[in-house]
């Protein structure tokens, strides 16, 4: 690859020869980028674990593990857009970027559907039981079929309560029909096309909760969302019922889960994000009935590399004085 670089020790980027401008770009994507991917522009590739780099960069395309806030904009005054690659930005600081007048962009659209699937693969796997299943086959303990072993929930003619139906929300809702669910979502706004597509009926939130046989959670992480998976949401879940999260882990208190979940409250939760990531809780992991996923709602190769490239595209066109494709709107 031509043109590119990589953070050096001291931390500190300058531009000596002045004769391309640099943009800083996550090192974890350059395998799913083409070759010369920001051609004009000399690439500094940037790995998750460096501390952001300050100096004169025009541009900066990062991943959801790297804060973006006021010291890591104060240091590279050159930043002309912030390309996130991810459709959550919850990690940047939009009103910090918003005072300096740099635009910020994410990843829509392009992981709406492998995210919606895993979401799926999490309810299968969370209704019919099947790490405990597969515990039993491991550990040896099967002692052959049994008409009362590992009972799970028929999804058909289940109730699928979606809390917040955006895309994923909604692609979620859409593959809920080849399964013969019943389909109820929460959201600030009423959604009639959804409505009319898959016969989805919205509800208030303790209404959704108090009917639904499954909870899956489509909602971005703000100030308004954060924790509102506590112990008094729990508390109005149907019992028995199944809880999914492939939105944010900070969107829920991992303690009332836990809690819930202990109690028997909940019958099992499906989680691919938690709230201090990598960092994850044990008691959590380790729980016979939550099957718990490294942050993979995205990861198909397809979905990554197009994730790589709108952001880069969305980059490349702020540099050039243009409109990005998926601008995130403050
Ligand atoms: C996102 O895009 O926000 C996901 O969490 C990772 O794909």
Request: charged content about 25%; hydrophobic content about 40%; glycine content about 10%.
């Given at each position: 690859?031509?043109?590119?670089?990589?953070?050096?020790p001291?931390n500190?980027?300058?531009n000596?020869?002045g004769?391309r401008?640099?943009?800083?770009i996550?090192?974890?994507l350059?395998?799913?980028?083409?070759?010369?991917?920001?051609p004009?522009?000399?690439?500094?590739?940037?790995?998750?674990l460096?501390?952001?780099?300050?100096?004169?960069?025009?541009?900066?395309?990062l991943?959801l593990?790297?804060?973006?806030?006021?010291?890591?904009?104060?240091?590279?005054?050159?930043?002309?857009?912030l390309?996130?690659?991810?459709?959550g930005?919850?990690?940047?600081d939009?009103?910090a970027?918003?005072r300096?007048?740099?635009p910020?962009?994410?990843?829509?659209?392009?992981?709406t559907?492998?995210?919606?699937?895993?979401a799926?693969?999490l309810?299968?796997?969370?209704?019919?039981?099947m790490?405990?299943?597969?515990?039993m086959l491991?550990?040896?303990t099967?002692?052959?079929?049994?008409?009362?072993?590992?009972?799970?929930?028929?999804?058909?003619?289940?109730?699928?309560?979606?809390?917040g139906a955006?895309?994923?929300?909604?692609?979620v809702?859409?593959?809920?029909?080849?399964f013969?669910?019943r389909?109820?979502?929460?959201?600030?706004e009423?959604?009639p096309?959804?409505?009319r597509?898959?016969?989805a009926e919205r509800?208030?939130?303790?209404?959704?909760?108090?009917e639904?046989?499954?909870?899956t959670?489509?909602?971005?992480?703000?100030?308004?969302?954060?924790?509102i998976?506590?112990?008094h949401?729990?508390?109005?879940m149907?019992?028995?019922?199944?809880f999914?999260?492939?939105?944010?882990?900070d969107?829920?208190?991992?303690?009332a889960?836990?809690?819930?979940l202990d109690e028997?409250?909940?019958?099992g939760?499906?989680l691919?994000?938690?709230?201090?990531?990598?960092?994850?809780?044990?008691?959590?992991v380790?729980?016979?009935?939550?099957?718990?996923?490294p942050?993979i709602?995205?990861a198909?190769?397809?979905?990554?590399?197009?994730?790589?490239?709108?952001a880069v595209?969305?980059?490349l066109?702020?540099?050039?004085g243009?409109?990005p494709?998926?601008?995130v709107r403050g």
């Amino acid at each position: 690859m031509t043109d590119t670089s990589r953070v050096g020790p001291a931390n500190q980027q300058t531009n000596p020869s002045g004769s391309r401008p640099r943009v800083l770009i996550a090192a974890e994507l350059e395998s799913l980028l083409p070759e010369d991917p920001l051609p004009g522009y000399e690439a500094v590739w940037i790995s998750t674990l460096d501390p952001t780099p300050r100096g004169d960069f025009v541009a900066a395309i990062l991943l959801l593990s790297r804060s973006m806030g006021e010291e890591e904009l104060e240091g590279l005054p050159k930043l002309q857009v912030l390309a996130q690659c991810a459709v959550g930005y919850d990690n940047i600081d939009l009103g910090a970027a918003a005072r300096r007048g740099i635009p910020v962009t994410n990843t829509p659209d392009v992981l709406t559907e492998s995210t919606a699937d895993l979401a799926w693969a999490l309810i299968l796997a969370v209704a019919r039981r099947m790490k405990e299943g597969q515990e039993m086959l491991a550990q040896d303990t099967w002692s052959g079929w049994s008409p009362t072993q590992l009972l799970g929930l028929e999804l058909n003619g289940s109730t699928l309560g979606i809390v917040g139906a955006g895309r994923i929300g909604q692609a979620v809702g859409r593959r809920a029909l080849g399964f013969g669910m019943r389909v109820s979502y929460s959201d600030a706004e009423g959604r009639p096309d959804f409505e009319r597509a898959i016969g989805a009926e919205r509800s208030d939130l303790p209404t959704l909760l108090a009917e639904s046989d499954v909870v899956t959670l489509h909602l971005p992480s703000t100030a308004e969302t954060r924790g509102i998976f506590d112990a008094h949401r729990f508390s109005l879940m149907k019992p028995g019922s199944l809880f999914i999260n492939t939105a944010r882990g900070d969107l829920v208190d991992e303690g009332a889960l836990l809690e819930s979940l202990d109690e028997g409250r909940l019958g099992g939760a499906g989680l691919d994000v938690f709230s201090r990531e990598p960092q994850v809780p044990r008691e959590l992991v380790e729980h016979p009935k939550v099957v718990a996923l490294p942050h993979i709602g995205s990861a198909t190769t397809q979905t990554r590399r197009a994730m790589a490239e709108l952001a880069v595209k969305n980059a490349l066109e702020v540099l050039a004085g243009r409109e990005p494709l998926t601008p995130v709107r403050g």
